[in-house]
């Protein structure tokens, strides 16, 4: 979540969330690090988004093909607000 309203009127990227930036962030962090854990990942993830300007919370959600013989896919979702610790 993020404030939309003045990005909704002035049509400006200044005043809203570079998503091709960010995207950018999260790709450079991927290739720095390994996780054992997808919800080490998502945590990792969503602190980056959060150190941003003007995220106020993120919902991440992280999946790997084929983790184990026999499933599909592992996901793992987090929800994280900006200020708030991890329990």
Do not use: F, H, M, N
């Amino acid at each position: 979540k993020c404030p939309l309203r003045r990005a909704g009127i002035s049509d400006c990227l200044e005043d809203t969330v570079d998503y091709a930036a960010l995207a950018g962030k999260i790709k450079a962090l991927a290739r720095k690090k390994t996780w054992r854990l997808l919800e080490a990942l998502a945590e990792d993830i969503a602190a980056l988004c959060l150190a941003g300007r003007g995220i106020r919370e993120v919902t991440v959600q992280a999946a790997k093909a084929r983790p184990v013989p026999g499933l599909a896919a592992a996901e793992a979702a987090i929800r994280r607000r900006r200020g708030r610790k991890i329990k």
